[in-house]
Nanobody
Framework: QVQLVESGGGLVQAGGSLRLSCAAS????????MGWYRQAPGKQRDVVAT???????HYADSVKGRFTISRDNAKNTVYLQMNSLKPEDTAVYYC???????????????WGQGTQVTVSS
């Protein structure tokens, strides 16, 4: 009933920038927190940044000062602006959102399909 579709990944040189987008669609009643997570090969999926529906943000220490999360509630979309990228930022990035769908009573956790970000040295 709900889909998260990510875009904006790719290959970039160290020091470069990328902007990820994630749009939620479907029978959405409301969206609470949204966020970005990443998973490098052989590692667990870790939080990168999260944002509440009122705009409060949280960042992993490794990306503070380089990444910025934002959202457009009218478009049900969350963004991740990534600057000063480093090779260690290479991973599959996943969008996450806690969504209550129309006609439902509870919030559920949804994930996007993932988008690859590769930073070359």
């Amino acid at each position: 009933q709900v889909q998260l579709v990510e875009s904006g990944g790719g290959l970039v040189q160290a020091g470069g920038s990328l902007r990820l987008s994630c749009a939620a669609s479907g029978r959405i009643f409301s969206i609470n927190a949204m966020g970005w997570y990443r998973q490098a090969p052989g590692k667990q999926r870790d939080v990168v940044a999260t944002i509440t529906n009122s705009g409060s943000t949280h960042y992993a220490d490794s990306v503070k000062g380089r990444f910025t999360i934002s959202r457009d509630n009218a478009k049900n979309t969350v963004y991740l602006q990534m600057n000063s990228l480093k090779p260690e930022d290479t991973a599959v990035y996943y969008c996450n959102a806690r969504i209550r769908f129309t006609g439902g009573l509870y919030e559920y956790n949804y994930w996007g399909q993932g988008t690859q970000v590769t930073v070359s040295s």
